[in-house]
Nanobody
Framework: QVQLVESGGGLVQAGGSLRLSCVAS????????MTWFRQAPGWDVEFAAT???????YCADAVKARFTVSRDNAKNSVYLQMNSLNSDDTAVYYC????????????????WGQGTQVTVSA
């Protein structure tokens, strides 16, 4: 059974930083591309950042100057370092596993985590 478990969310002041983690089990982690999506209240799921199995990185324009995605295959983990947070970053953040290449469409994800809430206060 595949599981993706996110952690690291919370309440942070504008301008602050958070590091999200996602630990995977039940799959050969190194073979998968990993993507972070987010969903703000009342909005559709939105792509944030993706990392292929060969470490090709692609970030959404809204976050690419502030967010960094990385992975540690030895720990079956993917991370999202978020800096200079603002209120627009408030959302539930999900990690997803998909094809080995990087992917930015939710429809290409094979597995999803349960999400972790990030709230940025003004």
């Amino acid at each position: 059974q595949v599981q993706l478990v996110e952690s690291g969310g919370g309440l942070v002041q504008a301008g602050g930083s958070l590091r999200l983690s996602c630990v995977a089990s039940g799959l050969t982690f190194a073979r998968f591309g990993m993507t972070w999506f987010r969903q703000a209240p009342g909005w559709d799921v939105e792509f944030a950042a993706t990392l292929s199995r060969s470490d090709n990185i692609y970030c959404a324009d809204a976050v690419k100057a502030r967010f960094t995605v990385s992975r540690d295959n030895a720990k079956n983990s993917v991370y999202l370092q978020m800096n200079s947070l603002n209120s627009d970053d408030t959302a539930v953040y999900y990690c997803a596993a998909g094809p080995g290449a990087s992917f930015d469409s939710a429809s290409r994800a094979n597995y999803w985590g349960q999400g972790t809430q990030v709230t940025v206060s003004a």
